[in-house]
């Protein structure tokens, strides 16, 4: 073996759901949003100055900063921007847990937490999720280098109050306290309102235009935290890569940010399927958890869910399936369009036929 | 103070040139290109489908990684994408340099490597370039646990030959050896050519598509190496960041790659600015290298070059002065276009006078 070899890193990356360039298949598992961005946003693509791509990106992105802060309500200093919110989150983990300590988050869980931690050397613990999937905050009261709470819960699909998060800052006075808002537009008060709040200067809620925005493509991520968490955040993504996010992202997101009206519309479509979906797996038999998210996490006391999954594949529908303990006879479906939900029941309907 | 602030990483950044938000600013300081992207990058962007930004971008990217691999002559599987060239090269430190050994570099380049360095905790040692600002290739004949040559140099702004590389790269065959070719369009081989060969499966080449492709503001790098190399690097960016370039910008990307006349056009329209600017500095008393880059490194012997770059600043003319060991006589300055190059002699001349 060539010498170089011994010091190359031996890791086990994070395995994002399967992508299909077969335009039939009805794609419901990567909790992408099935409706299109804002249209402001697509103008704001369409009328951008191609030409000025030849200038680096304003490093500060003071736009679309100032469009999060409005929307949050919080200061533009409170607002920190990455290349989808993958980027916001990997680099909050090398900014913020770098003491001994072992950091703590639920078992069942966005599956990129443990390969961060592998990635970054962080020592961490996990927290066994209640028999009904529920975080207990009563877990976070001890002793550690720092929290990742998901906030609704991925893949469980479960969101708790402000209470929940209140419980969790206030157990947590001596660690960073990150938040995981990826789908909290769904279903979930922001933990936003805490950000201004001096005792919670330890607060980092972290969020994405990938989901609510429609905008997945763009690679948009931010968090809202105290000014102090911002600016070390800032230095180091300033050690790391000083251009993270792009002039048409730019524009784009913030013209998405301020199309609240659009953003209100598409989430509430999302709402209304996620119901009938709900409703019509559980006519089916399948146990399904109430979702804040745009996805549901669903089971079945008699099918078997891998099986599913598989036989979903053939016919063209994707929705994800996770071979981990404890959820490894359960699904996780992208809320869609109408249209495809109603395809996917109706394969799901052939299917539990089939079986019976 | 509180406890979480003990936990929070200390940083010193690395710091890019200064932004102007003012249209007037000759801003020469960034080592942008003057010129607009390729019509056709152009096109491609207003064409492009925005509502498909509602999915993920393809993770492969196999549209951009193919249209590089044909430019270069190399196949797919040897092609890695990034956020930028600093996130191809944050990512290549951290998958490659894993080793207790230094990494070797120069004393004067890039100033990003030191900050990586610092960053992934990788220990390095530099070289001293020569009394000619040149790279000594048998310095790096010395154990390491790593190499990173930058061809040309910067802000030194030197290029070497095909010979030079295939020395450093014969003394490094247990090494993983970076060539980064951030500026190579504008003048030197690239080492591409040695990434087919089976004995240098150690060699990684790094470029951007910031500098002669004029799309900083999309945020496109990329990486050439052995298929070995390339998928450690494909582990290491799926356990940081799956998705780290956007739909948006591999469309405009594989276009701009794929309009090989006007990339040709514009880098030859620089290289005779270039000329043009290093004859008229020598013909005003400066020592010029001769470049290879997109930018020129120029000293004087009597004139103070820090007081030369504050006095142009007041006349809105940016260039780049770094306060730095050996180089705090020198200024770095972006070749632009015909008309900013006059601007810029035009108050340099005006400086020159006042001095005299």
Redesign the interface.
């Known amino acids: 073996m060539?010498?170089?070899?011994?010091?190359?890193?031996k890791?086990?990356?994070?395995?994002?759901g399967e992508?299909s360039?077969d335009k039939d298949v009805v794609?419901l598992n990567?909790n992408?949003?099935?409706?299109?961005?804002s249209p402001k946003?697509?103008e704001a693509?369409?009328s951008?100055d191609?030409?000025?791509?030849?200038?680096?990106?304003?490093?500060d992105a003071a736009q679309l900063k100032t469009a999060i802060a409005k929307h949050y309500g919080v200061g533009v200093e409170n607002v920190f921007l990455g290349?989808?919110s993958?980027?916001v989150l990997?680099l909050a983990f090398?900014?913020?847990?770098?003491?001994g300590r072992a950091i703590a988050f639920p078992d069942i869980t966005y599956s990129f937490y443990p390969?961060?931690c592998?990635?970054f050397k962080i020592p961490y613990r996990t927290y066994r999720l209640g028999e009904d999937f529920r975080i207990n905050p009563e877990d976070y009261r001890e002793e550690n280098?720092?929290v990742v709470i998901p906030n609704p819960n991925a893949p469980t699909s479960i969101g708790e109050g402000v209470d929940f998060i209140e419980k969790i800052l206030d157990y947590n006075?001596?660690?960073?306290v990150i938040i995981d808002e990826a789908y909290a537009d769904f279903g979930v008060q922001s933990a936003a309102l805490f950000v201004n709040e001096d005792k919670y200067?330890?607060l980092l809620v972290t969020g994405t235009f990938?989901k609510s925005r429609?905008?997945?493509?763009?690679?948009i991520g931010f968090a809202l935290g105290s000014a102090?968490l911002i600016s070390?955040l800032?230095?180091?993504?300033?050690?790391?890569?000083?251009?993270?996010?792009?002039?048409?992202?730019i524009a784009?997101g913030t013209a998405s940010v301020e199309d609240n009206e659009y953003f209100r519309e598409v989430i509430d479509k999302i709402i209304k399927t996620r119901t009938r979906l709900t409703e019509a797996l559980r006519a089916l038999g399948f146990t399904v958890f109430d979702s804040s998210a745009n996805f549901v996490f669903a089971t079945h006391d008699t099918l078997n869910m891998r099986d599913m999954f598989e036989y979903l594949k053939t016919k063209k529908v994707f929705i994800r399936y996770f071979n981990l303990p404890r959820i490894d006879n359960f699904v996780r479906i992208t809320v869609g369009t109408d249209e495809e939900i109603d395809i996917l029941l109706r394969e799901i309907i052939n299917y539990t036929e089939e079986k019976i």
Do not use: H
């Not at 992408?32 to 961005?37: A, D, I, K, L």
């Not at 090398?94 to 003491?99: H, I, P, S, T, Y």
């Not at 429609?214 to 690679?219: D, E, I, K, V, Y």
């Open positions: 060539n010498e170089w070899k011994k010091n190359l890193r890791i086990k990356p994070y395995v994002p992508q360039k794609k990567a992408e949003n099935p409706y299109p961005p946003a697509i693509i369409k951008f191609a030409e000025g791509l030849k200038k680096y990106p304003p490093s290349n989808g993958d980027d990997a090398q900014a913020f847990f770098n003491g390969v961060w592998e990635m280098g720092g006075r001596d660690s960073v200067n330890n990938s429609s905008l997945a493509g763009l690679r102090e070390v800032e230095a180091v993504k300033n050690s790391y890569n000083s251009y993270t996010i792009d002039s048409l992202s784009a």
